[in-house]
């Protein structure tokens, strides 16, 4: 079983700035078969990236998702307001698991 | 438009046999794997399985295999998920959700989902 770390637990920015997050995983990833969705309260999660760097249709380009392996990064190049939000990556090939959330809150 | 509706909320005694079901529109449902995710209150995203309503092919995660039953009706374009002996423990929303389709079978990002359906289990 591949199991998903992520970080930070939560990171706290303002508006206009760039959000890092992080998604380390025990095991490589095939073929990048890495995820990442995000989830606002009340609201079935939403794809952003999949196959690690694609973005999913509709996804604003200041989402972008990069790595390979077992360190796969989604960087959000500046924050709008609406992009406050839970962040799950997920591996989608062997045993697929979600990792257990970056909270991106208002600073 | 392609959407997942699920059905309405469920609140249910311990022990209670329950089936909550998952629709596809807009799109040919017997070609697109159909998942189910559980979210615990105040939780993360758990991947439980997931049926190919072609051929009803199914596949579960190792912690929930036996738990749960993942089937579907190719006929009416639902899915369903169900249980047959429940447990406060299977307090949660469940969301269905479509697997976006890539060269291998089953493998797959979740990229339409459905609105969730929060299943309550308590004496």
């Known amino acids: 079983e591949i199991v998903l770390t992520q970080s930070p637990g939560t990171l706290s920015l303002s508006p206009g700035e760039r959000a890092t997050l992080s998604c380390r995983a025990s095991?490589?990833?095939?073929?990048?078969?890495l995820a990442w969705y995000q989830q606002k309260p009340g609201q079935a999660p939403r794809l952003l990236i999949y196959?690690?760097?694609s973005r999913a249709t509709g996804i604003p380009d200041r989402f972008s998702g990069s790595g390979s392996g077992t360190d796969f990064t989604l960087t959000i190049s500046r924050l709008e307001p609406e992009d406050f939000a839970v962040y799950y990556c997920q591996q989608y090939g062997s045993s697929p698991g979600f990792g257990q959330g970056t909270k991106v809150e208002i600073k | 438009e392609v959407q997942l509706v699920q059905s309405g909320a469920e609140v249910k005694k311990p022990g209670e046999s329950l089936k909550i079901s998952c629709k596809g529109s807009g799109y040919s449902f017997t070609s697109y794997w159909i998942g189910w995710v559980r979210q615990m209150p105040g939780k993360g995203l758990e991947w439980m399985g997931i049926?190919?309503?072609?051929?009803?092919?199914?596949r579960y995660s190792p912690s929930f295999q036996g738990q749960v039953t993942i089937s579907a009706d190719k006929s009416i374009s639902t899915a369903y998920l169900q249980w047959s002996s429940l447990k406060a423990s299977d307090t949660a929303m469940y969301y269905c959700?479509?697997?976006?389709?890539?060269?291998?079978?089953?493998?797959?990002?979740?990229?339409?989902w459905g609105q969730g359906t929060m299943v309550t289990v308590s004496s």
């Open positions: 196959g690690a760097s």
């Open positions: 095991q490589s990833v095939s073929s990048s078969y």
């Open positions: 959700a479509r697997l976006r389709i890539t060269m291998v079978q089953g493998v797959g990002a979740f990229d339409i």
């Open positions: 049926i190919y309503p072609g051929d009803s092919d199914t």
